[in-house]
């Protein structure tokens, strides 16, 4: 069992993970509603700002209604390139005379505007960001950051030139849960980190991105050639426009669109802000045979911060989203909903079972010599308690949308910049190169690019 000094150090874990309450029972502990910096109250005139969005689709639509619940937020105008989403943009900010317009640059040349929200597909990220701190605007665009891993770095250095603040929208990293998990980790709650388990799996069409096209898309409503920028012309497709994940040429698979969310809650989590060391990715196409070209199952092995990271994303088995950090002290066991604390002592709680190898007299002796230098009583053993935290779900937009006004206001950091998003993003691309190159990659800093094992 454990001796005096393990037991205190481990009542502390106990003390830290409870915010310093200690309890006899296995605790549930139901968080505060996420808003550190939120105001429950309206803002003055001079904390408005107004703001532009370029793509409402799916995210773009939900960061809208977001932004536009928080105080002091207003949009005066919206572009995309398929005109049925002015119509929604109109829908969802209430105002008929919004201003829309297929091409963004419109919005980057208002002078009244004071920052973009952004929401186009990923093979679009790196022009958008680029393009909008030229223009002198700040910018939240959406996760990933980049397409590919020259364009992070581009990104970072028009963010720079221009003194422009870049939020990306991996939005866990402003969440309560996230908060707590980071808190706990750094008050010592399971010791050094060891290992981290990120997973989620889902089982339907919609969760594979087999999306249905808006009914009326056509190019007579939507700049079609456009759309594709530089990946290869080819003739209008509706499935291309809504499934646009499935293809390398436009999306990052399921590193991407899944693992980058748990990505940048472990960096936050562990308060880590680098790339993986090294990364091999086994996957394939296995149930989704529609034409795609990214795996529908994909397994991940980083080195990050010298320690295995093992990642599993799948879209043919439902499997929660979760993320678990663990350390010679205990368990963080992290997902939408919560958080479980497990301490572990990490220590013998009775006497080695290797003694049954002893023969009869040694064995006596073993025993009584343990009991003897340990302040356990057989039948008397400390139970481990569980700590459960609950509260607002990992999906918190709200705070991370508030968090980007906040810096666009104040000037001052936030935390999941261009950098941060890099690094992040940095992750998702060497998933996927492993995954087609068919063997492990390796980061090199020296030249910002991938190298073989
Ligand atoms: N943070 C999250 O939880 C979350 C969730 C879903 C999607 N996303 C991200 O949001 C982004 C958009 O995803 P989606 O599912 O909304 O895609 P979508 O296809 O539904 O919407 C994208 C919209 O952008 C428009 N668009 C494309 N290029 C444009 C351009 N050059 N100028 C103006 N408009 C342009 C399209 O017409 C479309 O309406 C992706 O990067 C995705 O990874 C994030």
């Not at 990490?346 to 009869?360: E, I």
């Not at 459960?388 to 104040?410: C, I, M, Q, R």
């Amino acid at each position: 069992m454990m001796d005096e000094l393990t037991r205190r150090k481990f009542m502390q874990a106990s003390a830290i993970a409870a915010g310093g309450l200690f309890a006899t029972n296995a605790k549930a502990i139901i968080l505060e509603p996420q808003g550190h910096s939120m105001p429950g109250k309206p803002v003055g005139p001079n904390d408005r700002i107004r703001f532009g969005i370029i793509g409402v689709g799916m995210e773009g639509s939900g960061v809208l209604g977001s932004a536009l619940a928080l105080p002091g937020m207003e949009c005066v105008g919206a572009a995309d390139l398929y005109d049925g989403r002015h119509a929604l943009a109109k829908q969802i900010t209430g105002n008929p005379n919004l201003q829309t317009t297929r091409d963004y640059r419109e919005l980057l040349d208002r002078k009244d505007i004071d920052c973009i929200l952004a929401a186009v597909p990923d093979f679009w990220h790196k022009q958008v960001v680029v393009d909008a701190c030229e223009a002198g605007k700040d910018i939240y665009c959406e996760k990933p950051m980049s397409h590919t891993i020259p364009e992070g770095f581009e990104m970072i250095q028009a963010a720079e030139r221009n003194n422009r603040i870049v939020q990306i929208g991996a939005q866990r990293v402003s969440s309560m849960l996230c908060g707590k998990a980071h808190e706990m980790y750094h008050g010592g709650a399971i010791g050094d980190i060891t290992m981290v388990e990120l997973s989620l799996g889902r089982n339907s069409p919609t969760g594979a991105w087999e999306y249905p096209p808006p009914l009326d898309l056509s190019p007579s409503n939507l700049s079609w050639d456009t759309w594709l920028k530089d990946t290869p012309k080819i003739p209008f497709n509706p499935y291309r426009f809504a499934r646009w994940r499935c293809w390398r040429d436009y999306g990052t698979g399921v590193a991407g669109d899944l693992m980058v969310h748990l990505i940048s809650a472990m960096l936050f989590t562990l308060g880590w802000n680098e790339a993986p060391r090294s990364a091999v990715s086994l996957g394939g196409i296995y149930r989704w045979k529609d034409g795609r070209d990214m795996p529908d199952l994909q397994t991940v092995l980083f080195d990050y911060h010298g320690i295995p990271v093992y990642v599993r994303l799948g879209l043919s088995s439902r499997t929660p989203e979760r993320a678990l950090y663990m350390g010679p002290k205990g368990l963080l066991d992290t997902n939408e909903f919560g958080i479980t604390y497990s301490p572990q002592s990490g220590v013998n709680t009775s006497p080695s079972y290797y003694d049954s190898s002893f023969p009869q007299k040694m064995r006596e002796e073993y025993v009584r010599e343990w009991y003897a230098t340990h302040s356990v009583q057989p039948g008397k053993e400390p139970l481990t308690e569980q700590t459960v935290y609950t509260g607002n779900d990992w999906d918190d937009l709200k705070p991370h949308l508030w968090t980007f006004f906040e810096a666009v206001k104040s000037r001052k950091p936030n935390v999941e910049n261009a950098v941060f998003g890099n690094h992040a993003a940095i992750a998702c691309h060497m998933a996927n190169e492993s995954y087609f190159r068919r063997k492990q990659v390796l980061w090199d800093a020296a030249t910002q690019s991938l190298k073989d094992a």
